[in-house]
Antibody, heavy 114, light 106 residues
Framework: QVQLVQSGAEVKKPGSSVKVSCKAS????????INWVRQAPGQGLEWMGR????????NYAQKFQGRVTITADKSTSTAYMEMSSLRSEDTAMYYC???????WGQGTTVTVSS | SYELTQPLSVSLALGQTARITCGGN??????VHWYQQKPGQAPVLVIY???NRPSGIPERFSGSNSGDAATLTISRAQAGDEADYYC?????????FGGGTKLTVL
């Protein structure tokens, strides 16, 4: 059974960047698509983008285009989501999810505060 | 851009049937997926491709999709079904979520 394990909580200053990792185990990483979804406190789910690791192809929600970069390291079966120019509104839980969204990571809390 | 509309909340008594709608223009032409999220937990897929249950999801959960609305139906609602529920579709290469519905079982 595939499992996704994310990196730990982050606290960042406004204007800085954050990079969250999502490590897959129990399956063949090259066969997956990895999605990134965020959830601000008390709010709904918001899709950010995805990567097809075997091809390196990415798609982004328009809202995050240019500020978010999703990458993958096939050698370590790890996907990454990097967000730049952080602001307080980016404070949220960030999740990775496998294609089909039947498997999710445990989430990573990112807090942006001065 | 395509939008999904869900009621903010649905309340029902224990044992009744809950129906949570997800509205969208000709949503019947799309595949709809549903997620359950309990406080402090990651979402869980409960229905995929309109009316299919993943392994481990009770038969009490079912889905339908036609016209301008998809519906998640939860039969014989239990206290443990209290959660937020989100519908989701693909719009070309983009994933869209509904705003979410809070289900309260009284």
């Amino acid at each position: 059974q595939v499992q996704l394990v994310q990196s730990g909580a982050e606290v960042k200053k406004p204007g800085s960047s954050v990079k969250v990792s999502c490590k897959a185990s129990g399956g063949t990483f090259n066969n997956y698509v990895i999605n990134w979804v965020r959830q601000a406190p008390g709010q709904g789910l918001e899709w950010m983008g995805r990567i097809i690791p075997v091809f390196g192809i990415t798609n982004y929600a328009q809202k995050f285009q240019g500020r978010v970069t999703i990458t993958a390291d096939k050698s370590t079966s790890t996907a990454y989501m990097e967000m730049s120019s952080l602001r307080s509104e980016d404070t949220a839980m960030y999740y990775c999810a496998k294609d089909g969204m039947d498997v999710w990571g445990q989430g990573t809390t990112v807090t942006v505060s001065s | 851009s395509y939008e999904l509309t869900q009621p903010l909340s649905v309340s029902l008594a224990l044992g009744q049937t809950a129906r949570i709608t997800c509205g969208g223009n000709n949503i019947g032409d799309k595949n709809v997926h549903w997620y359950q999220q309990k406080p402090g937990q990651a979402p869980v897929l409960v229905i995929y491709t309109n009316n299919n249950r993943p392994s481990g999801i009770p038969e009490r959960f079912s889905g339908s999709n036609s016209g301008d609305a998809a519906t998640l139906t939860i039969s014989r609602a239990q206290a443990g079904d209290e959660a937020d529920y989100y519908c989701q579709v693909w719009d070309r290469t983009i994933v869209l979520f509904g705003g979410g519905t809070k289900l309260t079982v009284l």
